[in-house]
């Protein structure tokens, strides 16, 4: 009955983890975006200029985020340079 109960946990666990994942790329997502269309009504900086300053803020809230979730779930040092990784391709 003990491995029951440690298996609902860990199914538990594991959506908690990807529902936090979906969280924050619905909310990086959504920054960028509203910071886009305010950077563009406002006239304050070129288009190229303002996409280049999202992505690199973008970026920097995802490998802020997933150092937490990797703190979080324990493995710290396990995923946190391959998602590093992905996302200088990603904006580079």
């Known amino acids: ?3 029951c109960t ?3 946990r ?3 666990w594991c959506l908690l983890q990807c529902l936090c994942a979906i969280g924050v790329v619905v909310g990086v997502v959504c920054y960028r975006m509203s910071v886009l269309a305010a950077l563009h ?3 304050t ?3 190229d200029n ?3 300053l999202v992505s690199v803020t973008a970026s920097v809230i995802n490998v802020v985020s997933i150092f ?3 703190f979080v779930s324990g493995m710290y040092y396990t995923a946190v340079v391959f998602h590093f990784c992905v996302i ?3 904006v580079g």
């Open 41 to 43: 009504l406002h006239d």
């Open 68 to 70: 937490i979730l990797n």
């Open 88 to 90: 200088v391709l990603f």
């Open 50 to 52: 303002a996409t280049f």
């Open 1 to 3: 009955m003990q491995m």
């Open 45 to 47: 900086l070129s288009l």
């Open 6 to 8: 440690d298996s609902r």
């Open 10 to 12: 860990d199914v538990k």
